[in-house]
């Protein structure tokens, strides 16, 4: 079971660190990562760190402003979100992909077990 929590309620150009921890399911050597969803909109990839190497990739929208961590020896992960804007406003959501090749690290269809979610609204 993933449990993601840190969302809240910022002014744009603030900072939020989100995190995921598991309990039951180790992140080791499997692919973890964030997707949001905005309301009304699909949800979309964030970013993730690639199987047991610790590669780490981003959506173009949040590269250079969000940074995703990973300890697997405490099963959890942390996305550490910078400069945000209004259109980050959406739910974010951590998930599980153990088979995960590279090229389908951004597909949410990708991801097995996912986290309920939490809220970060981002006023302007």
């Known amino acids: 079971q993933l449990q993601a929590s840190g969302g809240g309620l910022v002014q744009a150009g603030d900072s939020l660190r989100l995190s995921c921890a598991s309990s039951?399911?180790?992140?080791?050597?499997?692919?973890v990562g964030w997707f949001r969803q905005a309301p009304g909109k699909e949800r979309e990839f964030v970013a993730a760190?690639?199987?047991?190497?610790?590669?780490?990739y981003y959506a173009a929208s949040v590269k250079g402003r969000f940074v995703m961590s990973r300890d697997s020896a405490k099963n959890t992960v942390w996305l550490q979100m910078n400069r945000l804007r209004a259109e980050d406003t959406a739910v974010y959501y951590c998930?599980?992909?153990?088979?995960?090749?590279?090229?389908?690290?951004?597909?949410?269809?990708?991801?097995?077990?996912w986290g309920q979610g939490t809220l970060v609204t981002v006023s302007s």
């Open positions: 760190v690639f199987r047991s190497g610790g590669n780490t």
């Open positions: 039951g399911r180790s992140f080791s050597g499997i692919t």
């Open positions: 998930a599980v992909c153990p088979s995960c090749i590279l090229s389908s690290i951004t597909a949410p269809d990708s991801y097995s077990s």
